[in-house]
């Protein structure tokens, strides 16, 4: 660990066993000088030689000489103004000494490890434990992971639900604004300390408000795009409870009737289908939304709307799936926007093949038909 | 999505998503555009410096009042008032969210302009990470007392080991005892 994250191991390892050796190493030494900013240092120091992974399974050796010293500085500054140089520090130091010559091995199974870990916090807390211990590494981005921010909002969504009233109203309209800002704010602090280590000084000023800016318009893109997904879906929705498509479907023959309920019925195993994908990877929540639709443009085929309701319900369709296509692909980060002109040219016939990283909250406004 | 005034409509589906589109269009004022839909998915898709410097202050702005006015306001404070005994809510709150989101535009997005030296640079990046390790600190500090409370264990269970194995050599070996035995107390009185 060092006093400035982003100066020493900025990328993560490619051996994937040694992906958390630099939050576990007992090896890590820094004795941080810090003059202001937040120092949080481990120090193990016996003339140690520790290899460390928290991926799968933590073990070292400490070795020591009768001059060998043993000890971990915790630092920590917490300054209440950044550029000011002013603040709490707080500072837990243990020092111990070793007499006689040392030498003990240490073995942790990585599960026993991830218990002791967790028993230190309940309750939410806990779940983002668990979600550090996944990642283990600082300098890989843990902020980066969309799951760490997405923990935190819904846990701020879950207290928003027990609140009534206007307070409930009120914190809605700002869980809104949280959904855009969390994330962005814990990425942007990521990426910009990454990005300003390997910069020249001139450059740094261009380069942060670029990369600052591509990040806010990632997040408002998705943000504006579902809303217009769900726009289209509650067209869909109101078109296929109109009565007009009632009448159409009484006038049906006894054959096509048959063909619209099972239409019917695979278009509600789609929408529960897409339910149940709470917070599921873009390529499962694209291809769930692209079945909901497909079934839906199969009634259309089938005369279930009649006249300008069918030309509607075609459109609305076509909002939906291109508003979902491109969430999708703002979802996916600045390298898919570049390709964001590719679409697949026949709507809702085909499903994407393209994996994702990042996870998407279903939608809530697409319930079944009252026809149904 | 041609033809059709979909700002118009998406104000139209609930005042929470005009409240949206509002605050977008407020972070986004600095440019040009008028149409927020065309603003954000064809003028933005491709961010040119000119745009960029432009956005970085009325993104700051907008997201300082929002932050300030709304989201601490009208989110956090009621729900930390709804359930004031929880401990862990509050340290997520107090420790994780609250000061993740302020840095953005307290700390982020108000210095980047100053960025061009050295020295600008490392107290960036400094300030940066102490953003970061203000909410990731607790875990790291969690993490290295588990494995410093377990090799504590694991050594003294060594020493004990050790002084047994002298102390069995200097009963085999009676004159090398007189080096191994322990120490008589130095406090007798």
Redesign the interface.
């Known amino acids: 660990?060092n006093?400035?994250?982003?100066?020493i191991t900025a990328s993560t390892p490619a051996d994937g066993r040694r992906h958390g050796a630099a939050?576990?190493s007992?090896r890590a030494s820094a004795s941080a000088a810090?003059e202001?900013?937040?120092d949080?240092s481990?120090r193990?120091e016996i003339g140690a030689n520790v290899d460390?992974s928290i991926r799968d399974q933590?073990s070292?050796t400490?070795t020591g000489g009768v001059a060998g010293k043993?000890g971990?500085a915790?630092q920590?500054k917490?300054?209440l103004d950044?550029?000011r140089e002013a603040g709490i520090i707080a500072r837990v130091q243990?020092q111990?000494e070793?007499g006689?010559y040392?030498?003990?091995?240490?073995?942790?199974e990585l599960q026993v490890?991830r218990d002791?870990?967790r028993g230190?916090?309940?309750?939410?807390?806990?779940e983002?434990?668990d979600i550090?211990?996944e990642e283990?590494v600082?300098e890989a981005g843990?902020?980066a992971r969309a799951a760490f921010a997405a923990e935190?909002v819904a846990?701020?969504e879950r207290?928003?639900a027990?609140?009534s009233g206007p307070?409930r109203?009120?914190?809605?309209?700002?869980?809104?604004?949280?959904r855009i800002?969390?994330p962005?704010?814990?990425r942007?602090?990521?990426e910009?300390?990454v990005l300003?280590?390997g910069?020249p000084?001139?450059q740094?000023?261009?380069a942060?408000?670029?990369s600052?800016?591509?990040s806010?318009?990632g997040e408002?893109?998705e943000?504006?795009?579902r809303?217009?997904f769900?726009?289209g879906l509650?067209k869909v929705r109101d078109l296929h409870g109109g009565e007009s498509t009632r009448t159409t479907f009484e006038g049906l023959t006894g054959e096509a009737q048959d063909r619209v309920r099972s239409d019917l019925l695979a278009l509600k195993d789609a929408i529960v289908r897409l339910d149940t994908l709470e917070h599921a990877r873009g390529s499962e929540w694209l291809a769930a939304v692209v079945a909901c639709l497909e079934a839906t443009e199969t009634l259309v085929e089938h005369g279930l709307f009649g006249g300008t309701v069918a030309d509607e319900m075609k459109q609305a369709l076509a909002?939906a799936w291109?508003?979902a296509v491109?969430v999708d692909r703002a979802a996916a980060g600045p390298s898919r926007?570049?390709e964001?002109s590719c679409f697949p040219p026949v709507p809702w016939l085909r499903s994407p093949t393209t994996a994702r990283s990042a996870p998407m909250s279903a939608p809530r406004s697409l319930s079944l038909p009252a026809a149904v | 999505m041609v033809g059709v005034d979909l700002v118009a409509e998406l104000r139209a589906m609930a005042p929470a998503v005009a409240d949206t589109i509002d605050w977008l269009e407020a972070a986004v004022a600095a440019l040009p555009d008028q149409d927020l839909v065309h603003e954000l998915l064809v003028s933005l898709s491709a961010i040119d410096q000119q745009s960029a410097n432009a956005l970085l202050a009325s993104m700051g702005e907008a997201f300082g009042q929002a932050i300030h006015d709304r989201v601490l306001p009208d989110l956090i404070l009621p729900i930390q008032q709804a359930d004031p005994q929880n401990q862990a809510l509050a340290a997520l709150l107090d420790d994780v969210m609250v000061p993740t989101l302020t840095a953005l535009p307290g700390v982020v997005l108000e210095h980047i302009p100053d960025l061009g030296s050295e020295d600008v640079g490392r107290r960036f990046r400094e300030a940066l990470s102490a953003v970061l390790l203000q909410s990731l600190g607790q875990f790291l500090v969690a993490t290295i007392d588990v494995l410093l409370a377990h090799a504590l264990d694991e050594g003294t269970q060594s020493l004990r080991e050790a002084s047994e194995a002298v102390g069995q050599f200097g009963e085999q070996s009676p004159g090398f005892s007189l080096f191994a035995r322990p120490r008589p107390e130095r406090c007798c009185r």
């Open positions: 660990m006093a400035e994250l982003f100066s939050a576990a007992g810090l202001r900013g937040l949080l481990a193990v460390a933590v070292g400490f043993a971990i915790l920590a917490f300054p950044l550029f243990a111990a070793a006689a040392l030498r003990a091995a240490l073995g942790l490890f002791l870990v230190q916090f309940e309750g939410p807390l806990r983002l434990c550090f211990l283990a600082v843990l902020w935190i846990e701020a207290h928003v027990t609140l307070d109203d009120a914190a809605a309209e700002a869980l809104t604004i949280l800002l969390l962005l704010a814990g942007s602090a990521f910009l300390g300003l280590a910069q000084p001139q740094q000023k261009d942060a408000a670029r600052v800016v591509r806010f318009v408002a893109q943000l504006l795009l809303h217009v769900d726009l509650t909002l291109s508003a491109l926007r570049q964001a």
